[in-house]
């Protein structure tokens, strides 16, 4: 039997390992994806881009800053590495081999959010001819306009700030708020205790700011429903206005109900999941049981321990609930710098407690133990 030679065993694989040995995340990431390119223009001579993989970090990284290989390398490979530095990252228009458009360049009236080097962000819309201004100086948007994500801008006194398209989470931090919103701390623990999933039918009231609205319609997609109920008119006009500005529209799948919860008519049986926030919770436990088919979950949110006091005291008084569970949601930011890797020195301290439970046919015998 004959050795292999080198340039049988080399494979895709062993080229993306060879990358993934540089010492700097930029390096390999460059080369991983010099790798993928020249994969997808058909090349074959895996030796030479073998060759290539063992030169050194220095001398790659400088080749990566200009475009050039030193000489030594296959020339057709030089010249792909040049090819590939014009493209990376891609200056093309995505948008017609994407459908969501998501890798395409900003553009103008989109929302953007701004980073600075403490990692504060700002949310701002981009207008042709007009300027970002705070207190790290200006940014003309239409440097930004036309630029792709993660681009780095620099402000008139010489700062950089990064562009993104704003989370979710990020736009509920920033939106206008009137009445107290559920943090993003709070309703993503909501979400998964609640089991939101595609699809549900979800009851909440009162919808206030509509942060908690935008979470629960994010999680129930276009196949879910939303009723929310809330008495002020003023409020859901707000609503309206940051879910508007968020999704570009108002989804037909939430219908808002200028009333008190304790007036809905709602079918019995009717919601997959309900989710409370109320300043008197009690007031809608009721109709939340009714509209609230078995299997189903309540989920309650309530800033202080009286209003979660009476909220279990009712719910296991109607015997139609079993796994009732209170959680706090405590968020600790660590901050990692050198040999500083420590919890951050601050933290939200307090927003709600969050009452969970699962709606029981009526009428069971069953002895709930979960807090005796
Ligand atoms: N979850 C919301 C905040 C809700 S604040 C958010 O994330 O933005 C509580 C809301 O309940 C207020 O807007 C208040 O007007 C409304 N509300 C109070 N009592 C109500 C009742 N009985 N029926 C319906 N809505 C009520």
Not at 43 to 66: E, F, K, Q
Request: positive net charge; proline residues 6%.
């Amino acid at each position: 039997m004959t050795e292999k030679t080198p340039t049988e065993v080399i494979t895709w694989k062993a080229l993306e390992y060879a990358a993934g040995r540089r010492s700097s995340a930029e390096l390999e990431t460059y080369l991983r994806a010099f790798i993928a390119f020249c994969r997808t223009q058909g090349w074959h001579d895996l030796a030479a881009l073998h060759h290539l993989l063992m030169a050194d970090d220095d001398v790659l990284r400088g080749a990566m800053r200009t475009g050039q290989l030193p000489p030594g390398f296959a020339p057709e490979i030089a010249t792909l590495w040049t090819t590939f530095h014009r493209l990376w990252p891609a200056q093309v228009d995505l948008t017609e081999r994407e459908p969501s458009g998501r890798r395409r360049p900003f553009q103008d009236g989109e929302w953007v959010v701004l980073v600075d080097r403490k990692g504060r962000s700002y949310l701002t819309r981009l207008e042709p001819g007009k300027n970002f201004t705070f207190h790290l100086g200006a940014v003309a948007m239409d440097a930004i306009i036309g630029q792709r994500e993660g681009v780095a801008v620099r402000t008139t006194r010489g700062e950089s700030l990064l562009v993104f398209r704003p989370t979710l989470r990020d736009y509920l931090l920033h939106m206008p708020r009137h009445a107290q919103v559920v943090y993003p701390k709070d309703s993503a623990i909501m979400a998964m205790w609640g089991d939101l999933f595609p699809g549900a039918r979800v009851l909440e009231s009162g919808l206030g700011s509509g942060a908690l609205a935008m979470v629960i319609l994010r999680m129930i997609g276009p196949d879910g429903v939303l009723v929310s109920y809330e008495i002020r008119k003023d409020f859901i006009r707000r609503a309206q206005r940051n879910i508007t500005r968020w999704l570009g529209t108002l989804p037909d799948n939430h219908k808002i109900y200028n009333e008190d919860i304790q007036q809905a008519r709602v079918e019995p049986e009717s919601f997959d999941r309900v989710f409370l926030d109320l300043p008197t919770p009690t007031v809608g436990l009721a109709p939340a049981t009714a509209a609230l088919r078995p299997g189903g979950i309540l989920v309650s949110l309530s800033p202080t321990v009286p209003q979660v006091q009476q909220t279990v005291e009712w719910l296991r008084a109607s015997h139609l609930y079993a796994c009732i569970e209170v959680i706090e949601v405590l968020l600790r930011p660590w901050n990692i710098r050198g040999h500083s890797v420590r919890p951050a020195h601050r933290m939200v301290a307090h927003t709600a407690f969050i009452v969970v439970a699962r709606r029981i046919l009526p009428g069971q015998q069953f002895v709930d133990d979960t807090y005796i």
